[in-house]
């Protein structure tokens, strides 16, 4: 008897495991991964436009903001052949919010307006690779 409670236990918990952990090993829906790069790069060019609006209009903290939305979005467009231009807009989108918190928003426009072309290219070199 001692032995059938044993049995009977360790089946319960092994189908408790496998109840548990099947949808932890469920097949991850599909992405497409050129949407999602496409997406970034509108959401990031979209973003920087706007920040060059706002630092337009001289409002330090928004534009801050803006920036840094910016610089999440664009670490979302991973294309091997844009990847050296990714750094350099990282590198602007930093001098930019650098250049806001220093109290230096001249700087800080013409850094987001080099970002902006930076962007456009990116998108120019995967749109041509993507058609």
Known sequence: MNIFKKIVLSTAIVAAFAAVSA???????????????????????????????????????AFITAVSEARQLQK??????????????NDKLSAAREAATQDNMSEA???????????????????????
């Open 76 to 89: 979302e467009f991973r294309y091997e052949q844009t990847e050296r231009l990714r750094q350099k807009l």
């Open 23 to 61: 949808p932890a090993f469920a097949a991850e829906e599909h992405k497409d991964k050129n949407a999602e790069v496409k997406l970034a790069a509108t959401n990031t060019a979209a973003k920087i436009e706007e920040a060059v609006t706002i630092a337009e209009k001289g409002d330090k903290a």
């Open 109 to 131: 426009v013409i850094a987001i307006k080099a970002a902006s072309v930076y962007v456009k290219e990116m998108r120019e070199i995967y749109d041509a690779a993507h058609k």
